[in-house]
Structures are given as C-alpha cells and as structure tokens.
C-alpha cells in the first residue's frame, strides 16, 4: 500500500462528498415539481409527454397502482428489447452485420437490462449492433436507473408524509427522473469522456496490422454516451466485453476519476434528498455515515489483500507487484477502489478482473454484494435497501429497550417488520439455492475455468451478483442454456420481488400518524443508531452467507497459505 494509493481513494471520496449535498438538493426540487434551472428549457418537453401519453401528473398513485405502473412498465421493456435482439440482424445501424442473438442469450440480456443488472453473457464489440447499443441496452440504462430512483423517491413521500393513501405518481416520477437528473448529467459526462478519447462514431470497425503483423479489428460506435449512464445509473454493462479496463472505454486517468465519482455520485446524493423529504438532514447524514463506514472498510480490506499478493506466489520467493489482472494504467489502489465501489452499488463496471484478485481481495466484492449493495448502493435500490435495513434496526433496539419501536415518529408494527424481513430474504434465497443446485448439476459446472474453491467462488459470485442486479462477474464462468435461463430468472426476482415488499412498506408508512417524540424515543440520528444500523446489514449477510463464503473465497485463502493454487 502506497500513499499516491491513499490518496487516490480520498480525492474520489472527497469529490463525491462535495457533490452530495448540491445535487440531492437538486433532485429533491425535481421530484417536488419546484423550479429548477432546466425548467425553461425541460419544462415544455415535460408537459409534452405527459399530453401525447395521457399522463395527468396531478394524480397520485397508491402503492398497488405503483407497483402494477412499475411491473406494467418493465414487462414491455423486457419484450421491447427481446424484439430487437432477436431481430437486429434485419434493422438498421449494423455495420459489421452482426447476426441475431440466440433465444436464450436474448431472454438474459433484455432480463438483464430491463432489471439494471447488465450482467452479459456477451462480447458486445462482436455480438451488438450499434442500434441494439444505443436504443436497446442505452435505452435502459436510462429507464431502469429512473425507476429505481422513482421507488426511493415514493418510499421517501411515505416517511415523511402521515395519514395518507398515495406515495406519487410512477410515470411523473420517472420522467422527471430521466428528463432533468440522468440527461443532463449524462450529456455533459459523455462530452468529458469524448474529450478524454472515448469513441463516438458510427463507423464500421477499421482493421489495424500490428508490429507481429497480425490483424487486429479496431471497435468502434456510440461508446461515450453509453458508458457515461452505465456508471452514473449503476448499470455496468460496458460497450465492449473488457468493460471499463479498455482503453477505448476508459482511457486516461482523468477518465477513470470521473467514472468513479459517477459510481457514487447519485446513490450518495439520494441521502440528503431524504433528509430534504423528512425535514430532518441528521436523518439522511446518519444513512451516508454507515454508507461511508461500509465503504471505507471494504476498500481498506480489499486495497490490503491486493497490496501483499498471493502467498503461494511469495513462497517461490518470487518478487513484485501483485498486477495479475490489473491495468498497469491504473495499479493495484485504482483497481481495488474501482471493486469495491462497483459492488457497493450495483454498478458492476469493472476495470480489473475479480477474478485474478487474491482470495481476500475478491471475497470483499463478493460480500458487498450479499450485504444487499447498500453502500451508497444502486440509484435508488441502495436507499430503499438500506431503509428496510433500518426498519429491522429500530425493530431490534425497540426489543432492547422494551417499547414499540419508531421511526421518523411512525410506529414499526409487525406488518412493517414482515415487508422488511421479506425483502431482505430475497437476496440470500435467490443466490445460495441456485448456487447450490448449480454446484450439483452437470449443466453448471459444465463451462467452469476453474475447480476447487476458487470455482465454487465463481458460481457463488455469479448468482450473488444477478440477484442483487450488479453485473459484475468472477469471470471463469462460460455461458450455456442454463446459466442463460437461470441467471435470468434470478436477475428478475432479484428485482421485482424486493421492489414490491418495499412499495408496500411504503404504503403501509405513509398512512401511519406520527407519535410523539418522548425521552424514550430511540434517536435514528445518533451514533448508536448508525453502529448498530452497520451491525445489522453486516451481521445478517455474516450469519446467511458465511458457511457458503467459508466454501469458496475463505478455504481458498487458507489453502494458498499451503502453496495450493486453482
């Protein structure tokens, strides 16, 4: 570990800080329907969408209208972008011919888009149009970050209304979303990034000859507008199939920062937008210091692990840097960084191989993900994860104290512990079950690279990152029908089983009458609220992913010590 490694991670850190309180302020007043300074110019646009889909945004919704409008809605986009897979091969923008894709490959990769997962069993470079990249899979980029935002911002009105039956309106919620947050910030991003070197063309891939003499196509196409709102809407899914370690994603330094500060930027902000909601800042600031507490201890395990190597390595007494996976453009600090942030949310975007990580330095990744992706997490799941966390929080500490348990002055009664409990189960249910019967089965462990622990780990991060909708992969993991067809499935009720329990939690919160506030009261802004908030997320995913975790990435690590390697 380096001080230039610190220092880096802090400047990322302090850059997202800064931009926290700005830009949640900024989202609130959208949400709100206030004046912003894009008005004049979004505002008629706005209104124009809401005539031509007669959508009337005075109307509120309750949380089943919610829920169906966000079900509605991700049903036709699935079978939107499933058409145009299947049938790009016939349509417009597809230079270099790229045929159709397979039934089961398409079902996976329009599951994992409409679902913000962007987990890809593909080469986009060899396998994507550039009408297929930009309406299809960019498409969603921006619709499916928006709808996570739409669920946070409804959970939001719930807490701090009272005695209420409607949480918004989904339609207004996620146009609004898209028109005046992702657009603008993704317009002035991809302009960035097309500076810094970023492709954005519709040329056909030209043919370079290196200096061997061997033939090497060139990608090409609409990469910097794609690549923007894969990291500023936690998507992941890069333009070409090494994602953000190719230079033609991610070229320079400066590149990398931004991707980086992207990553975060909106799942950070979404605190201080909660704590404009519920008139009470503490509340969103006590969310973001168990965000950063999370945060900081994942990266500091993970930055370790990468800096002393592999053990089995310095028993040959071989010397060096652990670079095993790494760009040498970034180092050891950016890409533990970049890991631990891409799976504290549920971006996925990568720019070193987990795989080639050590034990420990891949197992960090992999628990962010079974803890729910609630560090800063993805825009909006993050927030609306981390509440239910706290719900089970004041729920335990009512217990302790031996009194009805409260939060923002409403009473968690046993209806608002079962939503909770029912949404944390999800990710757990849906990534050991399918781990274990692929584990088992011929079918999984079929296009398996590796055996032993190291390829348990590789099934076990693969279901954990499609069920908490990451993307991001152990690699060493080949795609065939059954990785198609249940990793898809997976990738489903990882997002729409957790989003139903939570607009009902919603619903149920916003008709509640707050209580007063008593010297008994639990304090969700102090700093024992925060702890034992950090105690709960860690000690759940601890308790459910251990003996699984013990399997894979932790017996790993002690075999290396004994010089076993897989």
Wanted: hydrophobic fraction near 50%; aromatic fraction near 12%; charged fraction near 10%.
């Amino acid at each position: 570990m380096t001080i230039v490694g610190w220092l880096q991670a802090a400047l990322v850190f302090a850059l997202v800080c800064l931009l926290v309180k700005p830009v949640g302020a900024y989202m609130a007043r959208v949400f709100e329907g206030e004046r912003v300074f894009l008005t004049p110019v979004i505002g008629p646009v706005e209104r124009l969408i809401y005539r031509l889909c007669r959508i009337n945004p005075a109307r509120e919704m309750g949380w089943k209208g919610y829920a169906f409008a966000v079900i509605a809605f991700s049903l036709v986009s699935f079978a939107y972008l499933y058409a145009l897979l299947r049938l790009q091969a016939f349509l417009p923008l597809n230079p270099q011919g790229f045929g159709n894709l397979a039934p089961d490959l398409a079902w996976n990769t329009a599951i994992s888009f409409m679902t913000n997962t962007n987990w890809q069993f593909y080469s986009g470079e060899s396998t994507m149009s550039y009408l297929s990249q930009m309406a299809g899979l960019a498409w969603h980029n921006f619709v499916s970050a928006g709808m996570g935002i739409a669920i946070a911002i409804a959970l939001m009105r719930a807490l701090a209304r009272r005695q209420m039956s409607t949480i918004g309106n989904f339609w207004v919620d996620l146009t609004r979303c898209t028109l005046y947050v992702l657009l603008p910030i993704a317009f002035v991003g991809a302009l960035v990034l097309l500076w810094q070197g970023v492709p954005q063309n519709f040329d056909a891939y030209p043919t370079a000859t290196t200096m061997e003499s061997a033939k090497q196509s060139i990608p090409m196409g609409p990469m910097a507008s794609q690549e923007i709102i894969k990291e500023l809407g936690t998507n992941g899914g890069g333009f070409v199939n090494a994602n953000s370690a190719s230079p033609w994603e991610n070229p320079t330094g400066l590149s990398n920062l931004i991707e980086l500060v992207c990553i975060f930027m909106l799942g950070g902000a979404l605190t201080y937008t909660f704590g404009r909601y519920v008139k009470d800042q503490r509340q969103g600031w006590a969310l973001f210091a168990a965000m950063t507490t999370l945060f900081v201890g994942g990266f500091v395990a993970a930055y370790a692990a990468e800096a002393a190597g592999n053990p089995a390595v310095h028993a040959l007494g071989v010397a060096g840097a652990n670079m095993e996976g790494k760009e040498t453009r970034f180092g050891i600090a950016a890409s533990a960084l970049f890991a631990t942030m891409t799976t504290g949310t549920s971006c996925g975007a990568v720019n070193a191989m987990h795989d080639s990580f050590t034990a420990l330095g891949g197992l960090i990744p992999l628990f962010n993900m079974q803890m729910g992706e609630v560090v800063f997490g993805g825009v909006g799941s993050g927030f609306y994860g981390i509440i239910y966390y706290a719900v089970l929080t004041v729920f335990i500490a009512g217990l302790m104290v031996g009194r009805t348990p409260e939060y923002l002055g409403k009473k968690i009664e046993r209806r608002e512990v079962q939503l909770a409990i029912l949404a944390a189960l999800i990710v757990p249910v849906f990534a050991l079950v399918p781990a274990g019967i692929a584990s088992v089965l011929p079918a999984g462990t079929a296009t398996l690279n590796n055996g032993g622990p190291h390829g348990f780990s590789e099934i076990l991060y693969a279901y954990s990152s499609m069920v908490n909708n990451n993307g991001s992969a152990f690699a060493g993991l080949s795609p065939n029908t059954w990785w198609n067809i249940s990793g898809g499935v997976v990738m489903l009720f990882g997002r729409i089983a957790i989003m139903i329990p939570v607009l009902a939690l919603a619903g149920s919160l916003v008709a509640k009458q707050a209580v007063a506030t008593t010297a008994g009261t639990f304090r969700t802004t102090s700093p024992i609220f925060v702890v034992l908030l950090i105690g709960v997320i860690v000690i759940v995913g601890a308790l459910t992913f251990f003996p699984a975790d013990a399997l894979g990435p932790i017996v790993e690590h002690l075999l290396n010590l004994q010089g076993k390697t897989f």
